[in-house]
């Protein structure tokens, strides 16, 4: 119980008013909400999060003492966005860039082939294929060299006549190109074993380091633009896999593993899961491998 003094016509009139306890939270409440920064915090929600790998045939383990980041975008959508700034070249471009003969460029635009050294390559080979190849009728001609191959017709044009004596030349090549397209057809058996021998022009190593080197910028870079332009906060969890995080705005966020993997017995997992905020409410989330990304597939994905 307190006094009031209340000015009236130049006289002060003193009164006992007393306000009781309901009265003066109500008053508190009111002036709480009026205050900007408390309306702003009872307007804010939270994240209670728990996340656990199941390995193939174990049990659930938690995933302790692991970072995981809010973003305002989902960090999936962030790193196709990096990669898409560092473009693989189109597969006909990069054949193109190829040092090989333009027929082998050309078998390699008109096959779903890149790697030559592949098992049964030969089951894709024809007989007109290895004479109209350069790279193929060598490598033919290695593997069938030394007399292993019964049958096999050998060639009777002179090196020396392709200056001297052009026209026979050409006509000795052509009658050995047509007698060994017969012995092909006859014998497709003899073409097997030509992928060991062109180990020198296959381009899948040259390839396959583009990809490589490709997906290494996204993994450099795109960790750093999800947290300089889409972090909202982040968030450790316990030795029980268990986070909170409270006072985050109404919206939509994604909780992100970035590219760091969870690792437990045969799994690793990546998460990028989006969730919905409402204000004053906590929202709870679990992170399982049934909402995870497989970090074997990303890593393999160019």
Not at 89 to 96: C, G, K, S, V, Y
Not at 185 to 196: C, F, R, T
Not at 215 to 242: E, F, S
Request: some cysteine; charged content about 25%.
């Amino acid at each position: 119980m307190r006094e009031l003094s209340v000015p009236l016509f130049g006289r002060v009139v003193l009164r006992r008013a007393v306000l009781s306890v309901p009265v003066l939270s109500v008053l508190a409440l009111c002036l709480a909400f009026l205050n900007p920064a408390s309306r702003a915090q009872t307007l804010k929600g939270g994240i209670d999060l728990t996340a656990r790998i199941t390995p193939t045939a174990a049990r659930p383990e938690p995933v302790r003492q692991f970072t995981f980041y809010i973003l305002t975008r989902s960090y999936t959508d962030v790193a196709k966005d990096v990669a898409g700034q560092n473009v693989l070249p189109t597969r006909e471009a990069f054949i193109d860039t190829l040092k090989v003969s333009p027929e082998l460029k050309k078998w390699l635009k008109d096959h779903d082939i890149l790697d030559l050294t592949m098992p049964e390559l030969d089951k894709s080979i024809t007989a007109d294929d290895v004479l109209a190849v350069p790279e193929f009728l060598a490598a033919f001609q290695r593997s069938n060299s030394g007399g292993v191959t019964k049958g096999l017709p050998l060639p009777k044009y002179k090196e020396a006549d392709k200056t001297a004596h052009p026209e026979k030349y050409a006509k000795d090549y052509q009658d050995y190109l047509d007698a060994l397209k017969k012995f092909i057809k006859a014998n497709p058996a003899s073409v097997s074993g030509i992928e060991l021998e062109l180990t020198a022009v296959n381009p899948q190593a040259k390839w396959a380091k583009i990809g490589s080197d490709q997906r290494n910028v996204v993994q450099r870079l795109a960790p750093d633009v999800a947290q300089t332009k889409y972090l909202v906060a982040k968030v450790d969890t316990d030795i029980d896999g268990h986070a909170t995080l409270d006072g985050l705005p109404p919206g939509n966020y994604w909780i992100s593993s970035l590219n760091l993997d969870a690792d437990a017995g045969d799994a690793r997992l990546r998460w990028d899961v989006p969730v919905a905020i409402e204000a004053g409410r906590t929202t709870r989330l679990e992170l399982t491998n049934l909402n995870a990304i497989d970090a074997h597939t990303v890593s393999a994905t160019p």
